[in-house]
């Protein structure tokens, strides 16, 4: 098989497993996994005071939300360009 | 001491009204006590100086693999940065180490995985400082040993290069998430049934959370690898299996 039906497969495949907790789990929040777990830790112990607080907060959930985009944008740039240099080269070392 | 108290009278009620919005799936600021946050530091340090000096190697020694070390440094940004839904109702997302473990050995995806979580406690208030070398020790140490100690083993036993990639990645990233609960039950044990009662708990939350991510992230990793493979004569890596 191709590397790139492979991949398509494996992408197509991927998307699913994303999708279906919210096919099966319609109903639920999706809220973030440690903001149970701090329900846990004031339940476990609740004489426990965080005693640090981060030196600044994303004001809202917009803002964190791109702060997010830009994070994975910086990244899928890194990975598309590099992969375009590399593609090129071999693309010019087969056609010399 | 005066102006100490008065900041602290002011925070601790902004805590406790401002809902929580952000959502870190690593250890939140402040939420282990300062004796395990600083023992983590400790403990995490010697692979965060090994990763540091294998860094420096590569790109001092094989200069062009120095784009391999982008990509798989970038793969950890993108990763961390997609919050994906699970079975279990709640979101957490994957870590992406497992990639570079798999082609550079555990050590350098500490010293990457440092500075990914570095970057992320400093400006989205994602895990924390003090969390640090906690996170650093689940994500960057436990993840990419594991995820290294399984693909090599899926290998040795003859499975096909992407099946040991899959499976490394995927129990890479289960581990960080165990690990992360065994830190946070080490460090809240519940009062009656004591650490282990409080594992299960947070095991609960994040682990089983984790299965599914845990699949996507080996699938992703699947494709990277993959694609990387294809260019392995422009820089790239000869796997055993592939000369």
């Not at chain 1, 191709?2 to 991927?14: A, D």
């Not at chain 2, 600083?38 to 120095?66: A, R």
């Not at chain 2, 699947?222 to 260019?231: D, E, H, S």
Request: proline share 6%; aromatic share 12%; with cysteine.
């Amino acid at each position: 098989m191709k590397v790139t039906t492979k991949n398509l497969i494996l992408l197509f495949i991927g998307i699913l497993v994303v999708l279906l907790p919210m096919i099966l789990n319609g109903n639920a929040e999706f809220g973030g996994a440690d903001g149970m777990a701090e329900v846990v830790i004031n339940k476990v112990s609740p004489d426990y005071k965080p005693w640090f607080e981060p030196f600044w907060e994303p004001p809202s959930s917009e803002i964190e939300s791109m702060l997010f985009a830009i994070q994975a944008s910086i990244g899928t740039g890194i990975i598309a360009y590099i992969m375009g240099y590399l593609k090129g080269k071999k693309n010019s070392a087969y056609n010399r | 001491m005066l102006a100490y108290r008065l900041i602290f009278l002011l925070i601790v009620p902004l805590i406790v009204i401002t809902p929580n919005i952000t959502f870190a799936m690593h250890i939140m600021e402040g939420y282990l006590p300062p004796f395990w946050a600083i023992s983590w530091f400790i403990i995490t340090l010697p692979f965060i100086i090994k990763g540091f000096y294998n860094v420096k190697k590569i790109v001092k020694s094989e200069p062009n693999k120095k784009m391999f070390l982008a990509i798989v440094a970038a793969f950890v940004f993108v990763l961390s940065a997609l919050k994906l839904p699970s079975i279990t109702g709640s979101c957490s997302h994957p870590t992406g180490v497992g990639l570079g473990a798999v082609l550079f050995g555990p050590t350098v995806m500490s010293f990457l995985g440092l500075i990914v979580l570095l970057f992320q406690a400093l400006l989205l208030a994602h895990g924390g400082i003090t969390t640090l070398g906690a996170n650093t020790f689940s994500m960057a140490v436990i993840g990419p040993v594991v995820a290294y100690g399984v693909y090599k083993l899926g290998k040795k036993s003859g499975l096909k290069n992407s099946v040991a990639v899959f499976l490394g990645a995927a129990l890479g990233d289960l581990s960080t998430y165990v690990v992360t609960s065994i830190q946070l039950a080490l460090a809240h044990p519940d009062p009656t049934g004591g650490i282990l009662a409080s594992l299960v708990k947070f095991m609960s939350i994040f682990a089983i959370t984790q299965i599914p991510l845990a699949i996507v992230e080996g699938i992703f990793t699947v494709i990277v690898f993959n694609l990387l493979t294809q260019y392995k004569f422009e820089g790239g890596f000869l796997n055993e299996s592939d000369n």
